[in-house]
């Protein structure tokens, strides 16, 4: 079956949605998100698009991750990642974009929605261009992208409001000693080197080069990059 690579009519890129859970009975926290989203590098920029869900187009696998811990971070976000086609050209907005990978990311967050008491993520592969084999594949790469991503997650979830405050200060001053952030925070050297050990930064920092890879892998696989995939 012929592949569908990245051509002068689709192009290689990750569609994130993300929808307010409970959404009828809280406030607006579209606004909030959007904020927040503002640094991550997008193609087309994170909007709201209906309702109370936000929508970007990113062409960067490590983009992708930023972008998910965030809303998860963030709390009470259904996250959900299409892989798959995105039509040429693209518009100025990710509301007027078409292609497969966005029917993935409107199947992704759904998925999500349903996860109950688990993180609310999904990853879904577009396969309905792909050859049985290929399309096995896309899912199996798909789900261990995903794995990978919950995990990441569940670390930055289970973070509390103290280790947040360390871990912002020193975002705020990346170079600056640990002493210097425990004076910043008036708290001692031992706390905060206590505070990330319990965040588990190092774990985080280390696991986000593995979500990149597979991540990247899932997007070739989906689109038929892999010679392998696609016969």
């Known amino acids: 079956m ?15 949605t993300i929808d307010q859970q409970h959404s009828r009975r809280s406030p607006d926290r579209v606004p909030e998100l959007l904020h927040m989203l503002q640094v991550v590098p997008t193609t087309l920029s994170f909007e709201r698009t209906v309702g109370d869900e936000v929508q970007g187009l990113i062409g960067s696998a490590d983009a992708v991750a930023e972008a998910v811990l965030i809303a998860v971070r963030a709390t009470e976000w259904s996250i959900g990642i299409g892989l798959g086609a995105v039509d040429k050209p693209l518009p100025e907005s990710s509301r007027a974009a078409v ?53 990441l997650g ?10 947040w ?11 600056a000693p640990l002493t210097k952030i425990a ?16 965040a588990n930064r190092q774990e985080e920092l280390a696991a986000r080069p593995a979500a990149a890879t597979l991540l990247d892998r899932a997007l070739e696989v989906a689109l038929g990059l892999n010679v392998l995939d696609t016969l």
């Open 2 to 16: 012929k592949s569908i690579v990245a051509t002068e009519y689709h192009c290689k890129m990750y569609v994130v």
């Open 99 to 151: 292609g497969s990978a966005f029917i993935a990311a409107r199947e992704a967050v759904e998925s999500a929605k349903r996860r109950g008491s688990r993180l609310p993520l999904a990853l879904v592969s577009s396969t309905s261009k792909l050859s049985p084999v290929a399309s096995n594949k896309a899912v199996a790469a798909a789900a261990e992208a995903e794995a990978v991503l919950v995990l």
């Open 154 to 163: 569940q670390l930055i979830a289970a973070r509390s409001a103290t280790q």
């Open 165 to 175: 405050r360390v871990l912002d200060q020193m975002q705020r001053t990346p170079l």
């Open 183 to 198: 004076d910043a925070l008036s708290t001692s050297h031992q706390a905060v080197s206590a505070t990330l050990l319990r």
